[in-house]
C-alpha cells in the first residue's frame, strides 16, 4: 500500500509538471505594461525568457526588469531589443562590467541596497513583484527543483511575486544547503531551456602590488581561522600563499564562493571545524571557473543559503578567528573606506562588505582586511594615490571609520581599531606610496589630524 502511495505521488507531480510545461514565447505574455519583472541573481538569470520577452518590446511600455549583476559577454535581449530604454527600464542591485556600461548609455539604472536586507527589501519595500523568473535545475522526483549556486533574496522575491515562472537548465548545479529548492506547487509556469553553462569568471592574474597586498594577509592568517574572500587575482594569490604555507584546520563563511576555496580544499586546507554548520562551506552565491560549479555539484560539503543568514553579523561573528578579505577603492586619512565609486561614477554595490568587517571583528579573534593597491595611473598617465585626506565629491562610504580595522598596500598592513585620528593619518600614511607621503602630511596638517609632537612608533 506504501508504494502504491508513493506511486500515485510521483504521478501527480508530472501530471502538474505536464499542466505548467509551456514554450518561453508563451510564458512572457503574463508580462504586461507597468509591471514589474524579476529575472533572478547571478548565474540563475533567465536566458531563454529574456529573449522571448524582447520579442514583445513594441507591445509593452513601462516595463521594470530587475536582477543582479549580469555576467555575460552581452547586454540582455530586452536591451538590444531596446537601447533607449522606451519599454523596458533594467534595474541591478549591483553591477557588472556591462552593467556600467550601459549605465554610461542610459539604459541601466542601480538600486542601491545593503545586500543582507535584500530580502525583506524584496519582500516589504519593492511590491508587489508581478513576474519572478528563476533558472533552475531539472525538477526531482518530489517536484522539486534547485535554485543552483545561487539563493541570495530568492525567497524575498518570493513573498512578493503574483507569478513565478521556472526556466529549467539542465547545466545548473544541484547545490546542498538551506531553502535551495522550489516545489512544483509553488510555480506558476515552467519552461524548459537550452542547456547552457552558467557564466564562467576567470580571475586577473595577480598584479605585483596585489601579491605584496596578499602575502601582508597570509602572514596574519592563523589555523583554525574561517576564511571569507572576495573575486579577484589578490584573493586567489591569498588562497595560493596559504596552500603554501602550514596554516590548516580551516572553515569557510563567505558571502561568494570562489575558486580559491576549491583549490585551498584540493590542498587539504579546508576541515570544516568552525562553530556554526559545522563541516559544511557556507555561501550565498556562487562565481568562478566551471571548476567552482563542477565542485559543489551535488556536493554535501557545500551549503547555500539566504543571505539574510550568511551575512548577518551575528551569524559571522559566531565563529572563531572569522578572516574578511575585501578590496576598496580609496582610503582617506580618517579611516574611511569607498569601495563603491570613483567620484560620481558608480563601480559596485555595497554588497556584504560591511557586515563582514563589522562580524570579523566581532568574532573571537577575528580580522578584516581591506585592501587597495597604494597607486593608480590614469588613463592620461598621471599616478593617483589611493589613500588620500578626504574622499573625493561624491564618493561613497562602504565602510565608516569606526568600523575599519586592517587597512593593506603593497607597502604593508595597519590595524586602525582604537586608534585616534591623528594615529590613524600616521598609520595610513606610512603605507601610503612614498612618493605622496610628504603631500598627505601636508594636508593632514591642514586638516588638524597631524601633529609632529605627538608622532609615535609602532
Not at 527543483?145 to 515562472?165: C, D, H, R, T
Amino acid at each position: 500500500m506504501e508504494e502504491r502511495k508513493t506511486f500515485c505521488k510521483m504521478s501527480d507531480v508530472a501530471s502538474e509538471y505536464e499542466k505548467k510545461l509551456v514554450t518561453a514565447d508563451e510564458a512572457v505574455k503574463v508580462v504586461r505594461s507597468g509591471d514589474r519583472v524579476h529575472y533572478g541573481l547571478f548565474g540563475g538569470i533567465v536566458r531563454d525568457l529574456d529573449l522571448a520577452l524582447a520579442k514583445r518590446t513594441e507591445e509593452l511600455e513601462n516595463v521594470l526588469v530587475m536582477d543582479t549583476i549580469w555576467n555575460y559577454p552581452e547586454p540582455p535581449a530586452i536591451l538590444q531589443a531596446d537601447p533607449q530604454a522606451k519599454h523596458f527600464k533594467y534595474l541591478s542591485t549591483h553591477m557588472s562590467g556591462l552593467d556600467r556600461k550601459m549605465n554610461k548609455q542610459g539604459c541601466c539604472w542601480f538600486i542601491p541596497v545593503q545586500f543582507r536586507e535584500n530580502p525583506k527589501y524584496m519582500a516589504e519595500n519593492v511590491g508587489p513583484i508581478d513576474v519572478a523568473m528563476f533558472q533552475v535545475a531539472p525538477m526531482d522526483q518530489y517536484g522539486n527543483f534547485n535554485f543552483g549556486p545561487q539563493l541570495a533574496e530568492y525567497w524575498g522575491i518570493m513573498k512578493s511575486a503574483k507569478k513565478v515562472i521556472v526556466e529549467v537548465n539542465p547545466c545548473q548545479p544541484i547545490i546542498h544547503g538551506m531553502q535551495n529548492t522550489i516545489n512544483i506547487s509553488q510555480i506558476d509556469l515552467v519552461v524548459e531551456g537550452q542547456a547552457r553553462p552558467l557564466p564562467n569568471i576567470v580571475a586577473k592574474e595577480a598584479t605585483a602590488a596585489e601579491k605584496k597586498i596578499a602575502e601582508h594577509i597570509a602572514e596574519r592568517i592563523e589555523s583554525g581561522s574561517t576564511l571569507q574572500l572576495g573575486i579577484g587575482g589578490m584573493p586567489n594569490y591569498v588562497g595560493q600563499k596559504i596552500a603554501e604555507s602550514d596554516i590548516n584546520d580551516l572553515s569557510v563563511h563567505t558571502e561568494m564562493f570562489v575558486d580559491a576555496y576549491v583549490h585551498l580544499y584540493k590542498a587539504g586546507k579546508i576541515t570544516g571545524n568552525k562553530r556554526t554548520n559545522k563541516g559544511k562551506m557556507v555561501f550565498t552565491f556562487a562565481m568562478g571557473s566551471q571548476e567552482v560549479y563542477d565542485f559543489l555539484d551535488d556536493n554535501p560539503m557545500g551549503y547555500v543559503a539566504p543571505v539574510d543568514y550568511v551575512n548577518a553579523v551575528e551569524v559571522i561573528a559566531a565563529n572563531d578567528k572569522v578572516v574578511s578579505i575585501n578590496s576598496c577603492l580609496q582610503v582617506d586619512l580618517f579611516g574611511q573606506v569607498n569601495s563603491e565609486s570613483a567620484g560620481l561614477q558608480h563601480i559596485g554595490g555595497t554588497g556584504g562588505q560591511l557586515d563582514f568587517v563589522m562580524g570579523a571583528f566581532q568574532s573571537q579573534g577575528g580580522k578584516s582586511f581591506l585592501c587597495t593597491p597604494s597607486t593608480r595611473t590614469n588613463r592620461d598617465g598621471s599616478v593617483q594615490s589611493l589613500i588620500m585626506p578626504t574622499l573625493p565629491q561624491g564618493s561613497i562610504v562602504s565602510a565608516p571609520r569606526s568600523a575599519t580595522h586592517y587597512v593593506v598596500t603593497e607597502f604593508g598592513a595597519v590595524n586602525l581599531k582604537g586608534k585616534s585620528t591623528w594615529e590613524r593619518a600616521e598609520l595610513l600614511i606610512s603605507i601610503a606610496h612614498p612618493r605622496f607621503q610628504e603631500d598627505l602630511i601636508r594636508e593632514a596638517e591642514k586638516m588638524g589630524i597631524w601633529k609632529n609632537s605627538s608622532k609615535v612608533q609602532y
